[in-house]
Every structure is written in C-alpha cells, then in structure tokens.
C-alpha cells in the first residue's frame, strides 16, 4: 500500500507569489493533518479534517493560509501571498480516527520563499 | 495547549553508548507516541503507551510512562548509527501536540 503522498517535494517561490501543497492521504483513513515544522517552532499542526470536513483549523497562522479537502483521498494547502517567513518543511499526515491516534506522514514538502 | 518538553535538545554519541531521552509535561496525557524522523522524511511512529508505569521494549528501545502519565522516558542500549534521527514525544489524543524533539547522532 502506498503512503501519504505529498507534491512537490520542493518548491522555492518569490515573496508574493501563491503557493500550493498537495496532499493525498492513505487510502481509507478519515483524517488528515497538515504539519509546518521548523528548527525554531518545531512540528506545529495547522489544521485537520475528519471525513473531509475540517474540525480544527487554529493553528493556521493568519488568512493568507487556506485549505481545502474536497475529497477523501486529495487535500491543498494554500498560501496566497507567500512571505520568506512562511520557509519551511510542511507536512500531510493521514489517521484511522477509529484507531489509537497513530498517525502516518507524508514525505513532506520544503519550501522557500525567497 | 498542552506543551511537551524535551531534553536534551542534542545528543552525540559513540556507536555501542547507551542513552536515554526525556520528555515531559506539566499535563495528563491519556497516551503518548513517539516517533523517529530521519532527515528528508517524515516522522514515523515507533511506539504508543497509555498506562501509567507502562513499559514497552522495541528490540534495543524501551519506552517508559511515568505513572503520573505526565512523562516519558526512551532508553536505547548499544546504540548503532542507524539510530541517527530525531527522537519527536506527541500527545494529546486526537489533534497531536509534538515536543521540539531530541536530535541524536550516533558515530561509528
């Protein structure tokens, strides 16, 4: 069985510009989280869905951040405008919710805003 | 928000060391995980405790909750350098809440 998938791997952008993350979680898990990490903050969850609905989305810095799950097996993550601050490993992680909270992350995808 | 701290921050350790890694919370945790994420991947789940005082042994890592179910503990024997990576602690049901994590690095 496949894994979380993550696109692009890597994606280096100008300050300004939109930036979309693709997810697409494993296949029969109901819930999906979208991670940013950094050396400062460390691992910090932005927002999750449980059966495509999102529950939970106070992590999200501020409005410039989006996201979308319109199907069980495809999620985006949106940041329009990107700012440098915004640089960092952002991270898809898929779970069974009927299970003991295990859950399963993606590659991750490194971006830079230059 | 239930914060989880880790120490040490760092760890560099000679091939065949023991160690042991701490994580540890002002809060009750009904479980928690710990996970192991090597450079350029994710982080992937080593191991889940739910009771307090519970041990747990994967080959040469045991994993410790306190009874309090407050902290946790991993202990590696003889480490070997594929055990290079960081050591990320996690509760808080659902919606996870990660420690910063313990970056150790195992030479030969």
């Known amino acids: 069985d496949a894994g979380v998938i993550q696109s692009p791997r890597h994606e280096v952008t100008e300050m300004g510009q939109e930036v979309t993350l693709r997810c697409k979680p494993i296949?029969?898990?109901?819930?999906l989280f979208w991670y940013r990490q950094t050396m400062m903050r460390g691992l910090e969850l932005l927002i999750y869905?449980?059966?495509?609905?999102?529950?939970?989305d106070s992590g999200m810095p501020e409005d410039r951040f989006s996201a979308k799950m319109p199907n069980a097996s495809f999620s985006t993550l949106k940041i329009q405008p990107s700012e440098p601050r915004d640089s960092a490993v952002y991270f898809c992680?898929?779970?069974?919710?009927?299970?003991?909270?295990?859950?399963?992350f993606g590659p991750g995808t490194r971006l830079t805003v230059t | 928000t239930q914060l989880l701290e880790q120490s040490p921050q760092f760890l560099s350790i000679q091939e065949g060391e023991n160690l042991t890694v701490y994580c540890n919370s002002s809060?009750?945790?009904?479980?928690l995980q710990w996970y192991r994420q090597e450079p350029g991947e994710g982080p992937v789940l080593l191991v889940t405790?739910?009771?307090?005082?519970e041990v747990k042994k994967l080959k040469r890592l045991t994993f410790q909750f306190g009874d309090a179910r407050k902290d946790s503990s991993l202990h590696i024997t003889a480490a070997q350098p594929g055990d290079t990576g960081l050591y990320l602690c996690?509760?808080?049901?659902?919606?996870?809440?990660f420690g910063k994590g313990t970056s150790l690095l195992v030479t030969p």
């Open positions: 869905f449980n059966n495509n609905v999102p529950i939970d």
């Open positions: 405790v739910v009771t307090g005082g």
């Open positions: 809060s009750v945790f009904s479980s």
């Open positions: 996690a509760g808080g049901g659902y919606a996870l809440n």
């Open positions: 992680a898929s779970s069974l919710a009927t299970g003991g909270y295990e859950q399963y």
């Open positions: 296949s029969g898990h109901n819930s």
